[in-house]
């Protein structure tokens, strides 16, 4: 880092759509239709798979960690799916098909977790050159609990923020943050 300080884990919350779906997931919104209503409303990729696979989360993890001074390359990120294997093959209308198959389950789950205080929470994290995305619960307190809507969270320990990580925290996904996104690195681009 420019200022000297040492980057010593990475904690982050990287997906809008992994937080939206889980943010509506309830009785009335099962895993399914929540991935529906998402990719409708331009939230996920066209292709929602690809961020319910981790695969969006594990290449922004990878450039988290490499701007962090980790030389990481894609394959070494442990990536822990919250659905099997199965739910990825085939195609899109196969996919929700056979997400539909996990409504009742990820419901239940998530009445008791709510009973417990907690969330779930679709981290990446890299601490000392290892680096993983996987779903966690988080209870009440913790920074990510009360994340709305499609917003990140980063958390930065460094060295001189070991106790109090630094916190990121904003939007996460949708044409309007992509946009910006793409227009800021254009306007870099031409100022260089």
Known sequence: MVSGDRIIKIEAVLSGTLNFIFNNLGPEMPLSKAVRIAREKGISEPDPRLDLSGTDVVRKILILSREAGYPLEEKQIQVVRFLPD???KGTIDDFFEKVSKYDKEFEEKRKEL???NRRWRFFATMEAGN???ELLEVEMGHPAYDLEGS????LITTERYRELPMI???YGAGADVTAAG???????VVNV
């Open 114 to 116: 709510a009973g417990k």
């Open 168 to 170: 990121i925290k904003g």
């Open 182 to 188: 793409v227009f800021a690195d254009l306007m870099r």
């Open 131 to 133: 680096a993983r995305v």
């Open 86 to 88: 199965e739910c990825f």
């Open 151 to 154: 917003n990140n969270i980063v």
